[in-house]
Nanobody, 131 residues
Framework: QGSLVESGGGSVQAGGSLRLSCVAS????????MGWFRQAPGKEREAVAS???????AYTDAVKGRFTISKDSAKSTLYLQMNSLNHEDTAMYYC?????????????????????????RGQGTQVTVST
């Protein structure tokens, strides 16, 4: 059985940076699509970024150019480097993984909400950006 555990959230002033980490355990299949999505209070879940099994990345327009998704396979860890943060980035950030194709930010939200029997989602880490 696999699991995902996020960390790295916190409070930061607008313009600042944070790096989120997601440690994966038990995900032995190299074909996993992984990514991040977020949910702010009173709002729907929003795609952030995806990382497919070939290393291709994709971002939602709201974070493109500011956020970078990466993976360290040796550490089984997915990262989200967030720069130039603004108040609209305040949300709970979730890491998710599933065996799906294609691997896109939109698919990350879908399987993060309704995972297949191979899917996993972390418990989330809170990011708060103050103006």
């Amino acid at each position: 059985q696999g699991s995902l555990v996020e960390s790295g959230g916190g409070s930061v002033q607008a313009g600042g940076s944070l790096r989120l980490s997601c440690v994966a355990s038990g995900l032995r299949d190299e074909r996993y699509c992984m990514g991040w999505f977020r949910q702010a209070p009173g709002k729907e879940r929003e795609a952030v970024a995806s990382f497919d099994s070939d290393g291709a990345t994709a971002y939602t327009d709201a974070v493109k150019g500011r956020f970078t998704i990466s993976k360290d396979s040796a550490k089984s860890t997915l990262y989200l480097q967030m720069n130039s943060l603004n108040h609209e980035d305040t949300a709970m950030y979730y890491c998710a993984a599933d065996l799906v194709n294609p691997c896109t930010p939109g698919m990350v939200v879908m399987f993060g909400t309704h995972p297949s029997r191979f899917g996993h989602r972390g418990q989330g880490t809170q990011v708060t950006v103050s103006t």
